[in-house]
Each structure stands twice: as structure tokens, then as C-alpha cells.
């Protein structure tokens, strides 16, 4: 709430917000923890060697540790910790608590004993640009394929989500310290990063508001801003993806559809399932700006197909009925698969063969698990075992496509499919009616 920002009175724990960078210079754990700068008062010394760490490990910390008092809110001091060094100098500061931190230093103990290659290697397929109505936006160098990897991308910026226990200008001094604290160049790169109120008291927040992902750093949950991916402007219908490796501490992107060379690339900031009027109700109140993609700039035809997709996604949810009383949305539904796809002409099937359909007109490829899901399971009830093992390895693909390659919650269901066949599942012939032997092959 902007108005809530810019009403607060400054409190900052020095007397007011930083506004000098500060020494750099390379501070051990250890070391950090028997400083005076910025260390918290009070703490046991069993506190200072057990919650900074002892210095065991590689990741080092390049500034002390700068800490808030103990906060109600989390029951702990917040702190902000910076590696400059971070991926050959790319760098990373975090705010949040000791014990967190604690976690986070063993993960980034990781990238610097075994470095990826990969990982903030880019972008090398695609540039940034001015695009009308915009902004910056980021444009595809080359051509991509569906499923293509783009980028893998560790944030700058980690902020424990914790809007309770500090004003606005109090939290700022913190945020503003752990970005002084990152090599001049992340620096310039973030602080270059598009705002939402333009509130110069308020700018870290500012850029974190427009430009931050939700990410756990263990088991809780962190913003992270990846100055890079920040330029992927929104579109409901997005022909790329992301999902995080939280152990890895990685954004990672992939392409959802072939893309053209030249072709802006972009993400949805949102749920895309949603109505029309809803999507551009969330993209205004958290983003500032009416959506004009081909989805929001037809909106009827959009919410149709939505609301179809819906009552079919309903239809298949519930397993009480059979071929012989098919819901009405099934059986009003006069659709013929075309050829490639036609693997089984029988109404379920077809209906589940439209809901692909529909989110392909959509430009929905990227959440296609869901819609694949419920056609293995079509042909699964009616007995087709050969369309249903197809769509099961879609609907795993889909799944780590979204998910990233665990897959998320239903993943262990394909897998189960896959290697023990459809047959043991339960969904097999649970569609099949009176006639059962008729659709037998
Ligand atoms: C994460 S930034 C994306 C990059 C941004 N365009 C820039 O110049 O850095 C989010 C902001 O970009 C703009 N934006 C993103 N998608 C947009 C779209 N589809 N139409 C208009 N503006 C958009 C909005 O101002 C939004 O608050």
C-alpha cells in the first residue's frame, strides 16, 4: 500500500536510512561474529559462534553481519548477509534470520565447491529491448524449441517475507544495506530495475515489489529478485515457464512452445486459469497495468473456452459416472479429434481430446499436465492402453516442464504408471458401462 509506505516515520536502527556504501573488504564468519559493527547486542556467545557459524566452510561472508534487535514477529533478529564474492562476483545478500542463514550458507558451500557452468551463464538466447507499452521487455535471439532450457539464474536479493515487525523505512535501511554491499555491478544492474511507486525513500522495496519471485530457503519463505529474469514482461498466455530449485538456490526457464527468433519471450505473473476480469483485476492491483495479450484483448471468446475447460476439468474430476450416464458437458459436446490425435472415437475420449485443444487455442501449452492427466485417465477407464501410456508420459513431461524435474505432488502417480502399466491402476475400465465388452479391442 503506498500510502501505508509513505506515511511511516523514519526510525532507522543507526538514526536514519544508509547512505554510505560500506567498507568492503573480505570478513570471515568468525570473524563477522567477533566484530562490533552491526552485531546484535545481547547475544550469548554460544549465540555468536552457533548462530553466525564458525567460519567452517567456504562461502564467506565479505561484510559483517548487519542485525535488527529480536523481532516479535519472528521471534528472532533479522540480519542482512552479503558473499560478494558469490559466483565469480556476481554476488548475493539475504535478510532474514540466523538459523536460515545457517541452512543458506551450506547451500552456497555447494555452488562454490562445485561450480555449474550453467548456472548465470547467460541469457544467450535472448536479449533485452524497449517494447511499446512495456517497457523493457526480453526478445528471443534465436530460434527455441517447447521444452528448451533458457536460463538458470541465482537472485541477488533474498528477503525473508516478514512485513510485520519493521516500518517500511526501518526495513529499507536493512534492504538498502544488503544491496551497497553487492559488487558495484549487481548493484547498478538491480537498482536499474523497474518500480511501482517510484518512492525514492522506499526504492529497494519498490524494486522488490515489482520484480520478486517467492522462493523457500529452508523450508521458509524468501522474495528473491533475479535482476535478468526481471525483464520478462507478463502474458497470459506465456510461451515460457519457470520453476525453482530451492536447493539449488535457481530460477530456471524454459520455453512452453516453439518460439521464433525475434519473438518476445514472457512469463505469467499470474494465476492464467482465471477469467478474464480477474486476471486483469491482479495484474492491475499488483503490477499497475491493464494486460493488452490476445487473451485480455478478446475476452469473451477467452472466458468461453475457460469456462468450458473448467466444466469438462469438473466433469473428469468425478469418477461416479460411466459411459452410459456421461454429464451433460460430455455428452452435448459434438467434437471429433483430428486425425493425428484421433486415437479412439468415443465421446469421453474426444472431450478429453478437447480440452487439450482448448488450451492450445488458449496459448496455455505450458500447463497442459492437468488436461494430459485426465486423458490418460479417459482412456484408462475405457480400456485403451496404448493412448493412455501416451498421455501418462505427456503428462509427466508437462509436469516437470511446470514443476522442474521432481515434478511436484502427482508426479509419483505417472511414474507408478509408467513403470507398472495402466492396467493395475484403478482409473483401468472404470468408465466402461453395461456394455463393457463392446469397447474391448
Ligand atoms: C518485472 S517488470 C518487467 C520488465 C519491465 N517491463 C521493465 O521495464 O523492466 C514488471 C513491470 O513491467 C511492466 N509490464 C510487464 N508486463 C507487461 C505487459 N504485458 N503490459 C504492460 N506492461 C507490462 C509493468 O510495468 C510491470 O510492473
Known amino acids: 500500500n503506498p500510502e501505508a509506505l509513505s506515511t511511516v516515520h523514519a526510525r532507522g536502527p543507526d538514526g536514519g536510512i544508509v547512505s554510505t556504501q560500506p567498507e568492503p573488504g573480505v570478513v570471515s564468519q568468525s570473524q563477522a ?3 562490533g559493527s552491526g552485531r546484535p547486542e545481547g547475544l550469548s556467545s554460544e549465540d555468536k559462534a552457533g548462530r553466525f557459524g564458525s567460519g567452517h ?8 553481519p548487519v542485525c535488527t534487535d529480536v523481532l516479535a514477529s519472528v521471534d528472532d533478529i533479522l540480519c542482512v548477509y552479503t558473499y560478494a564474492s558469490f559466483s565469480d562476483g556476481r554476488g548475493i545478500s539475504i535478510f532474514t534470520t540466523p538459523a536460515v542463514h545457517e541452512h543458506f550458507s551450506q547451500l552456497l558451500e555447494r555452488h562454490y565447491s562445485s561450480p555449474d557452468p550453467d548456472i548465470n551463464a547467460g541469457p544467450s538466447k535472448w ?13 528471443a535471439t534465436t530460434a527455441l524449441a517447447y521444452g528448451e532450457k533458457l536460463s538458470s539464474f541465482t537472485p541477488v536479493l533474498l528477503v525473508l517475507l516478514d512485513e510485520q515487525s519493521l516500518t517500511p523505512l526501518e526495513r529499507e535501511h536493512y534492504l538498502r544495506t544488503a544491496i551497497l554491499q553487492l559488487p558495484a555491478p549487481t548493484r547498478s544492474q538491480f537498482l536499474a530495475l523497474t518500480r511501482i511507486y517510484d518512492d525514492d525513500r522506499i526504492e529497494v522495496q519498490d524494486i522488490i515489489k515489482a520484480n520478486s519471485f517467492e522462493l523457500q530457503v529452508g523450508g521458509i519463505m524468501h522474495l528473491a529478485v533475479f535482476p535478468e529474469i526481471s525483464r520478462l514482461n507478463h502474458d497470459c498466455a ?4 519457470y520453476y525453482m530449485q530451492p536447493e539449488a538456490l535457481t530460477h530456471v526457464l524454459r520455453a512452453t512452445r516453439d518460439v521464433r527468433e525475434g519473438e518476445e519471450l514472457s512469463i505469467s505473473y499470474i494465476e492464467p486459469l482465471g477469467s478474464a476480469r480477474k486476471r ?10 491493464m494486460c493488452g495479450c490476445d487473451r485480455c484483448s478478446d475476452p469473451d471468446a477467452s472466458d468461453a473456452r475457460m469456462s468450458k475447460i473448467h466444466a469438462l ?7 461416479s459416472w460411466t459411459e452410459d450416464d456421461v454429464p451433460e458437458v460430455i455428452g452435448d459436446l459434438s467434437f471429433s479429434p483430428p486425425p493425428p490425435s484421433k486415437h479412439y472415437n468415443h465421446p469421453i475420449t474426444n472431450a478429453a481430446e478437447y480440452v487439450i485443444q482448448l488450451h492450445n487455442e488458449e496459448g496455455l501449452e505450458g500447463f497442459l499436465d492437468t488436461p494430459f492427466g ?23 513431461k508437462a509436469l516437470r516442464l511446470r514443476f522442474g524435474p521432481a515434478g511436484g505432488a502427482n508426479a509419483e502417480v505417472w511414474e507408478g504408471i509408467l513403470r507398472d502399466g495402466i492396467r ?11 456394455n463393457e465388452g463392446h469397447h474391448e479391442l
Do not use: C
Open 127 to 139: 536479449t533485452s529491448r524497449f517494447i511499446r507499452g512495456k517497457g523493457i521487455g526480453v526478445v
Open 424 to 434: 493395475k491402476h484403478w482409473s483401468w475400465g472404470k468408465r466402461l458401462g453395461g
Open 313 to 319: 476439468h469438473d466433469a473428469f474430476q468425478d469418477w
Open 33 to 35: 561474529a567477533s566484530q
Open 280 to 289: 486483469g483485476y491482479h495484474l492491475k492491483a499488483a503490477f499497475h497495468f
Open 57 to 64: 566452510h567456504g562461502a564467506t561472508l565479505s561484510h559483517p
Open 374 to 396: 485426465h486423458a490418460a485417465l479417459a482412456y484408462a477407464g475405457l480400456k485403451q492402453e496404448k493412448p493412455a501410456m501416451l498421455y501418462a508420459k505427456k503428462a509427466l
Open 238 to 241: 506465456p510461451n515460457a515457464q
